[in-house]
């Protein structure tokens, strides 16, 4: 599907892969685990003050999956018409994001630790930061 035509409800709530041992648990990230890429880049946000808001962003191309390792946090999301909130607080549960929505992240816990898994290396020029050129490049004006 073409970035400009997703919406939020082509985000999908998926549970990874989980292996649950005497000797603890042990969850997998993988393109054959239900991600539907193959990660290129993993990254990781902690040390996060409370009350703060990150991720006021879109990606062109960039395909993600969000996952609360420890603590919680909510994933707003936008397509240009309808928003959509997710609360992530399960650490085998992933939130995949397609390409082309608005993401803000919220609602921190403390000590919350957020991984992100993403489809390629990092690339500024797959950014949308500013929301009134997400919304005209959601409706195909440029
Ligand atoms: P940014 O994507 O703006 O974070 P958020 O949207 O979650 O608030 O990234 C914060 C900073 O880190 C910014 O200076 C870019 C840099 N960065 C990298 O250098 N490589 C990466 O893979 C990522 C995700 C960010």
Redesign the pocket.
């Known amino acids: 599907m073409r970035a400009e035509r997703t919406t939020v409800n082509d985000a999908e709530l998926i549970r990874l892969e989980h292996h649950s041992t005497e000797v603890g648990d042990l969850v997998v990230g993988s393109q054959n685990t239900g991600i539907g890429f193959e990660p290129k880049?993993a990254?990781y946000?902690y040390d996060i003050p409370a009350r703060v808001e990150?991720?006021?962003?879109a990606h062109k191309e960039l395909q993600q999956v969000i996952v609360a390792l420890a603590g919680a946090l909510d994933v707003v999301l936008f397509d240009g018409e309808h928003e959509r909130l997710v609360r992530l607080n399960q650490p085998d549960e992933g939130l995949r994001l397609p390409s082309g929505l608005w993401?803000e992240?919220k609602g921190f816990s403390g000590g919350t630790i957020c991984l992100?898994l993403?489809s390629s290396?990092?690339d500024?020029g797959d950014?949308i930061?500013e929301q009134e050129e997400f919304l005209n490049w959601k409706q195909g004006k440029q």
Do not use: F, I, M, P
């Open positions: 880049r990254y946000l990150r991720g006021g962003h993401r992240l992100v993403a290396q990092y500024e950014y930061r």
